[in-house]
């Protein structure tokens, strides 16, 4: 069983991946770093990093936060 931290990091790969979006677009679309964006593609989640990024992904792909936090969107 995953947590909502791994579950986020595996969605926020599926998504940018899914939509062919580069690294570069998908860290301005989370309003993030592309060093961040990497850091939550390998599973890491930062500990600076706070929740917003759950919002921004799901307004920028129309995904219910809750989907982005508990459910494998692959």
């Known amino acids: 069983m995953t947590n909502y931290k791994e579950t986020i990091c595996a969605n926020i790969a599926y998504l940018r991946k899914a939509n062919g979006l580069s690294r570069t677009v998908m860290s ?11 850091l939550l593609e390998q599973g890491l989640f930062p500990r600076r990093l706070n929740f917003s990024i759950v919002y921004y992904a799901a307004e920028a792909f129309h995904v219910k936060p809750y989907d982005i936090m508990y459910t494998l969107l692959e």
């Open 28 to 38: 301005r679309k989370l309003h993030i770093a592309i060093k961040t964006l990497d």
